[in-house]
């Protein structure tokens, strides 16, 4: 997500870049439950070593999607750039070891949010613009666009607010169906009574070996706060996780749970605020302003050091003790002087 004039769930204004501070690693406890943020959810370590790391004439920064291809972690920028990583060690610390620009078809920039890794390697890729999801071969040739409802493109053309559509992509189990979060309502959507929004998710099934629009679900987003990501934990889970930031205050994160049975297709309903419909049931996970700051440092006011504008997740694939799993999120600093590129790991059990 770019700069927005907002009181919440915006970032901090560009500044100039500062000088490279030097990486700091934070080892993972030994024990799982040493970090608990809540009883689903504990914070095993964070690292700052990617903060204004350059690689080349690029500088890594604004990153807001991961995800894993085969050994390396990949990272999508709004820079309209895709970086590839070496992959985390224990304590954390990664390597850019790749940098590739992405375009669109006319080979103008992107504004790229969100990947998922296909199973023949393809990278589809996220841009906030139109909204897009764009299939990339390994080259970052443009392969393919998915098809988007009207109702889903930026105003005039659609209902979708500027800078706040698809901000997270995963692939269900099986790669069969791809889901997308918008960050914001639709225009014509808008809020529930209490001030919470009234999101959709946009899913795409493969037929014919493509993918083709299958359904929309409704979905409750806290007052206050966006969509950043979504990961895909089962067919029909997925972990949501949830952003805002407020002048003066810094920064709210918190992850839920999504479960989509039973959730009804919104697709032919014109507002979600008039009428009653079956909304995928969500669950709190945890509150990550509720973790412990284990030694973290910020440059801006935050509730808790740790917080920074966390706009990526994915799953490791490393089962933990306790049933659960790790993850790893990274948030987006903007190139600002007053904000860090953070990678954390969690424990998390669903």
């Known amino acids: 997500m770019r700069i927005r004039a907002l009181v919440v769930a915006s970032v901090t204004a560009l500044g100039t870049v500062a000088a490279a501070a030097p ?34 004439d690029a500088q890594v920064g604004e990153l807001s999607g991961l995800q894993f291809d085969g050994s ?4 999508v920028s709004d820079t309209s750039a895709l970086w590839t990583l070496t992959r985390p060690t224990r304590g954390l610390v990664t390597e850019p070891v790749g940098y590739q620009p992405l375009a669109d078809e006319h080979g103008d920039p992107i504004d790229s949010e969100a990947i998922a890794v296909d199973r023949d390697g393809t990278r589809l890729i996220t841009s906030e613009i139109e909204p897009s999801v764009r299939r990339y071969d390994r080259r970052g040739k443009v392969l393919a666009s998915l098809p988007v409802p009207d109702r889903f493109r930026v105003a005039p053309a659609g209902e979708a607010e500027e800078n706040a559509t698809f901000e997270g992509l995963t692939l269900l189990p099986g790669d069969r169906s791809l889901i997308a979060t918008m960050e914001s309502p639709l225009s014509g959507d808008g809020t529930d009574a209490d001030g919470n929004g009234l999101n959709r998710f946009l899913r795409w099934d493969r037929r014919h070996g493509r993918f083709e629009v299958a359904a929309q679900y409704a979905f409750t987003v806290d ?3 966006q969509i950043s990501d979504v990961q895909a934990i089962s067919p029909n889970r997925l972990l949501v996780l949830e952003r805002g930031w407020k002048k003066g205050y810094g920064n709210t994160i918190r992850l839920y749970e999504a479960d989509l049975t039973g959730a009804q297709d919104v697709t032919g309903v014109a507002s979600l605020a008039d009428t009653t419909v ?3 049931h969500r669950r709190l996970l945890a ?9 973290a440092t910020t440059k801006q006011p ?18 933990l003790r306790g049933d659960r799993r790790e993850l790893l999120m990274v948030s ?4 600002s002087d007053e904000q860090i590129t953070r990678l954390y790991s969690f424990a998390v059990r669903v």
């Open 332 to 335: 987006d600093d903007n190139l």
């Open 287 to 295: 509150d990550i302003g509720q973790c412990p700051s284990d030694g």
């Open 302 to 319: 935050q509730p808790n050091p740790l917080l920074d504008n966390i706009e990526g997740m994915v799953f490791t694939g490393r089962h």
């Open 23 to 56: 990486a700091v690693a934070h080892p993972a406890p030994g024990r799982h439950d040493a970090g608990a943020c809540s009883p689903s959810v504990s914070l095993r370590g964070f690292s700052d070593a990617l903060d204004k790391r350059t690689f080349g």
């Open 72 to 75: 390396h972690l990949l990272a």
């Open 223 to 225: 007052a206050g706060l």
């Open 278 to 280: 079956r909304q995928v």
